[in-house]
């Protein structure tokens, strides 16, 4: 627990990217927090204002590069650079400043299994010892762990999405662990600021597609949680689509449901699992939720609807992949990590319309 009216130093690196920036207006926000470093990598040197007008006015640490930052100097890290890149970095932090706490937004510390982070992410785990420290940072799920680590791995965005209603189901043996079948759409800002041209507004607007179809990366993360919650290895069919929408993670799940349980067991089983939760809602039963409700708040909303086909069941679960699919999680685990209310800096309503 931090002391009554102290300021955690934070440090953000990767402040000039989509997730940096979130993190910068939640922080702002934030009585217990003071932002002393904002790291970049092209645009170091340049103001927080200068890369983003929205921050004109507010009294922030010019953009340096990791090296430039005295760690003595802050007391948690959010580290939102892409992956790769990341666990040297943070492997380096966690050795010379074993005080630090840190919350990283990559993919580096997710999965556990070491040959299944190489892999998917063809390259080998470099960051060993850390990795083993680390843990998966789905808040509502793993909050005993996240306030004890010195490492919180945030999980990728549809990850978070899927994981949220499945897994209290997997953990009550409601559903059928060979039939999980995962749809899954995104908007464009989940690719981050520096995205390819396949992200330019002409060649997503007005039309939809799949993407890593049969080999997304998320699906190391579904494996892993989905098995952890089963008891057993469970392999789910995930895939993504790109949306043309900026903001927003929308799945659609199929499911069977075992032993005759209905979509009033599955619905009351969730609703029971998320009852004392402030993020995560679920709408009553047959109620469908909206991309478009969710945007700019840190809530996860889950809708429950009958399939007419028996013993199937649908369910609908959509978060703001900036927020609780990726920055706005990352404070929630912060807030856990260090003893604050979760809501803190947090407790905002979806941005509508
Ligand atoms: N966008 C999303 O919805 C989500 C993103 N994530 C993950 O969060 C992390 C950040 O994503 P996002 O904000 O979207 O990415 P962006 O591409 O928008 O930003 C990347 C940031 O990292 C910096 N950077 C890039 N390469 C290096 C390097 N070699 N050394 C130091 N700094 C570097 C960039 O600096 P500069 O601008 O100067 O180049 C920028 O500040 C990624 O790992 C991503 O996968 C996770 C969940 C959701
Ligand atoms: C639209 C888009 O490209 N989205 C990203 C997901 C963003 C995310 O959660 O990324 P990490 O798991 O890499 O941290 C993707 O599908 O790779």
Known sequence: MADAGQKIRAGIFGASGYTGAELVRLLGQHPQVEITA???????????????????????????????????????????????TTQHVIADLMMDQPSLRIVDLSADFRLSDVAEYAKWYGHNHEA????????????????????????TANPGCHSTTAILPVVPLLRAGLIDTDCIVIDSKTGMSGAGRSASEAMLFSEVAEGLHAYGVGKHRHTAELDQEFSKAAGHEVLASFTPHLAPMIRGIYATIYLRTKGGASAGDVHKALADAYSGETFVQVLPLGQVPQSRHVRGS???QIGVVADRVEGRVIVISTVDNLLKGASGQAVQNFNAMFGFPESTALAISGMFP
């Open 38 to 84: 904002l790291t970049a990598d092209r645009k170091a040197g340049q103001a927080m204002a200068e890369v983003f007008p929205q921050f004109i006015g507010r009294d922030l640490p010019a953009l340096t590069t990791i090296r430039e930052v005295n760690t003595d100097a802050i007391d948690v890290v959010f580290c939102a650079l892409p992956h790769g």
């Open 128 to 151: 060993l010892d850390q990795q083993k420290e680390a843990v998966y940072g789905v808040t509502e799920l793993y909050r005993d762990a996240i306030v004890k680590t010195r490492l």
């Open 298 to 300: 840190n809530n996860c």
